[in-house]
């Protein structure tokens, strides 16, 4: 069985500062781990994802995120905020299957 | 190239009714799946259709029905509506094969059933 714990359910930065949404898994087999993003009103947008290839994941809009397997943790890291960047983010994980598993998602708000 | 389409976007139902919710997957994809994504939450897996059947369910009851067509479109039906039916319902769509190897599901941009 798979799950994905989200820490925070909102996360509030300044425009420029560093970007630190946290994810940890929880997988039976070694999992694929997948970050989406959403805007008010729309549906899913893929940022990026880690399917047992290079540990550190490069997705669009400059974010990125690194698959520790000691940690069991997946965390969303961008060096610097944009506004644009305020949406909701969700981590989810799979077992090698397309069924998501997602977590409870963090708001992510990006002030002037 | 068109992306995953749902419709309606948004529909107002009363308890006890039936709604039926439409997804056309994205252009070459033959893997429909439905997830339910309530106020606040993140999205559940409702359940999943490939070659016109039914593959993989969540946790959902009965009243949670769908079915696939043979150009891979899906419709979700919900019987008997209660109020806690109220959501956002996303369609996802993947190529089976590629999907095992990568995972990736490709968003609609949801249909926001409210249920008073």
């Keep these: 069985a798979q799950s994905v714990t989200q820490l925070g ?16 898994y929880s997988s039976s087999v070694p999992p694929y781990l997948f970050w989406y993003v959403q805007y008010p009103n729309q549906g899913l947008q893929l940022l990026l994802k880690y399917t ?47 069924k998501l598993i997602f977590g409870t998602g963090t708001r992510l708000q990006v002030f002037p | 190239d068109a992306g995953v ?22 252009s070459g994809h033959d893997t ?8 606040g939450q993140g999205p559940q897996f409702i359940f999943q259709y490939y070659e016109e059947e039914e593959r993989q369910r969540g946790n959902f ?17 919900v019987n008997a509506l209660l109020l806690g039916d109220s959501a956002l ?21 949801g249909s926001r059933l409210t249920v008073l």
């Design chain 2, 89 to 109: 319902y996303l369609c996802a769509s993947s190529l089976a094969g590629l999907a095992k190897m990568s995972g990736e599901l490709f968003f609609g941009e």
């Design chain 1, 52 to 98: 047992s290839a290079a540990t550190l994941v490069k997705g669009i809009n400059g974010f990125e995120a690194e698959f520790k397997k000691s940690e069991t943790s997946f965390h969303l890291t961008k060096p610097s905020a944009h506004m644009s960047d305020a949406a909701e983010y969700f981590c989810a994980v799979s077992g090698h299957t397309d």
């Design chain 1, 9 to 24: 359910s909102h996360v509030s930065v300044s425009e420029g500062a560093l970007v630190l949404l946290r994810c940890n």
């Design chain 2, 61 to 77: 009851p009965d009243r949670f029905s769908g079915h696939q067509f043979p150009n891979y479109s899906s419709e979700l039906n």
């Design chain 2, 32 to 39: 429909v799946s439905w997830y339910q994504q309530a106020l």
């Design chain 2, 5 to 26: 389409t749902q419709s309606p976007t948004h529909l107002i139902k009363t308890r006890g009714q039936q709604v039926t919710l439409r997804c056309s997957p994205k």
